[in-house]
């Protein structure tokens, strides 16, 4: 059995080491599945495990493999279709549904050689940044098992910082990649709007991106080479780099105009001191590599603008449930509250009260918005903030059952302030795990980049990667296995 080391390197380094021989897709798989059924008891990070048909995966692939990511271990999280397999969107609604396609990303990891050996746990209907949905518990930091991984990816953040994959598919509608790679000291890149198609589905998005979380940057460019890319039907996409990403996201990004700004888009958010610090070491070590840094806070504290986005964001979740509804056989009419936490059905409640015309206003304010500060932004090369306000937060903090719900909804938004906003923009923004917090915790910086702007960005992070060499950092629960 190779060393559980393996699972700690990057996903381009084992391919490379599959593909001369030096260890056999069967010995990763093995070791990946040995590593969840040791640590996931603790983390409940996966919602399924396909150990046999991962096995038989790994048999098919040999030496000399070219696909780039062959034999290498990879989890979905599980609000994507993978063929066989439970579709849950951790409603109970879909608890026992299974799909017979595979998602677009799906497939396309697939073809570039993954080997998945599960899904990954989410809250329901990937609403809050957190991971605690009612039909799995909670999932759990490997930092420190009493607080939350982040979510909504929070499963796939749990499984890689453990070392259980060495990378794990993620998405991204509010922050949910962004937001667990730096509860979990990964790295977490939200694509631009139209860089990853979200086939079969749909035609596009204009919130939600597809994305992965992973130890360093270049397994980030790499994979964003096999996940990028128009599929047909696709309304809208984003335009095809220059160079493939693997080669961009070299440390040499030139030097770059960064505004730099700790004011949080939503008033009532405050920062915590140890993020503030964070942000701060961030905007001098920048300074340090040749960049010149600008303290300017953007024009994103208006009055209403939380609730316009939250509004937006609820007419997609909503979509979500009447969907879950359907496949029930229930269909939007006939769920009712027991059929999910509270906190989803005062949304779907909420939604259905709104006339078409009010959401589809709202969805072209939020435009408008999006528009005047990616106007704002484009006087500089990038923008850097604090990936978070506060800590990672306590398991529970945030209540889905509590009795007012949608105050709960509301509480989640001062956690993460800094994250939705380019959502709504469709900017690329990557968060990186610079430091460590005195608390013990990882300590993460977003970037936001120009629009389509994933070449600079990321050789931008990959640069700040090689001055603070985060990749050696382990989290303590990543150590138990014997």
């Not at 080391?5 to 798989?29: H, I, N, T, Y």
């Not at 150990?51 to 979905?76: Q, T, Y």
């Not at 730096?182 to 597809?210: F, H, N, Q, T, Y």
Request: charge should be negative; include cysteine; charged fraction near 20%.
């Amino acid at each position: 059995m190779p060393d559980d080391d393996l699972m700690f390197r990057d996903a381009v380094e084992l391919a490379a080491m599959v593909r001369s021989g030096e260890v056999s897709s069967r010995e990763l798989v093995e070791l990946s599945l040995q590593r969840i059924e040791e640590l996931n008891p603790s983390l409940n990070a996966f919602v399924e495990i396909d150990a046999e048909g991962a096995l038989a995966a790994a048999e098919r692939i040999a030496p000399g493999d070219e696909r780039p990511f062959a034999g290498v271990p990879v989890a979905i999280k599980n609000n994507r279709p993978v063929a066989g397999k439970r579709l849950t969107y951790g409603c109970p609604l879909m608890e026992s549904y299974v799909v017979d396609y595979d998602h677009n990303v799906t497939s396309r990891l697939r073809g570039a050689g993954f080997v998945i050996v599960g899904t990954t746990t989410l809250p329901e209907y990937g609403i809050l940044p957190v991971t605690e949905a009612r039909i799995f518990g909670p999932t759990r930091n490997p930092w420190d098992l009493e607080r939350t991984p982040g979510g909504s990816s929070g499963g796939a953040a749990a499984a890689v910082a453990a070392g259980l994959v060495p990378v794990a598919h993620g998405n991204d509608g509010g922050g949910s990649i962004r937001i667990p790679a730096a509860c979990c000291g990964l790295v977490g890149l939200k694509p631009s709007r139209g860089r990853i198609s979200v086939a079969p589905e749909l035609g596009d998005s204009s919130l939600g991106i597809d994305g992965m979380l992973t130890r360093s940057v270049r397994d980030t460019a790499a994979i964003l080479d096999v996940l990028a890319g128009y599929e047909p039907g696709d309304a809208t996409w984003a335009p095809p780099p220059s160079r493939p990403f693997a080669e961009a996201a070299s440390p040499e990004p030139g030097r770059m105009r960064i505004a730099f700004s700790m004011q949080p888009p939503t008033a009532a958010a405050e920062l915590d001191p140890i993020n503030a610090r964070g942000a701060d070491e961030a905007a001098e070590l920048l300074r340090s590599l040749g960049h010149e840094v600008v303290e300017a806070d953007p024009p994103w504290r208006q009055d209403g603008l939380s609730e316009l986005f939250g509004m937006v964001f609820a007419s997609q979740i909503a979509l979500s449930i009447a969907y879950s509804a359907n496949v029930s056989g229930k269909g939007p009419d006939g769920v009712s509250a027991e059929d999910m936490e509270p906190m989803s059905w005062a949304i779907f409640s909420m939604v259905r009260k709104l006339g078409t015309l009010e959401q589809q206003a709202a969805a072209v304010r939020l435009q408008a918005f999006a528009r005047r500060l990616v106007a704002w932004i484009s006087e500089y090369d990038a923008l850097l903030t604090p990936a978070l306000a506060e800590r990672p937060l306590p398991i529970g903090t945030l209540d889905t059952h509590a009795e007012q719900p949608m105050e709960t909804f509301t509480r989640s938004g001062l956690f993460t302030p800094f994250t939705p906003v380019f959502n709504s923009t469709g900017q690329p923004a990557i968060s990186l795990p610079l430091y460590e917090g005195e608390d013990g915790l990882p300590l993460a910086v977003q970037i936001v980049g120009l629009p389509a702007g994933e070449e600079r960005l990321l050789a931008l992070a990959s640069q700040l990667e090689q001055a603070s060499d985060w990749t050696r950092r382990r989290a303590p629960v990543g150590e138990w296995v014997s």
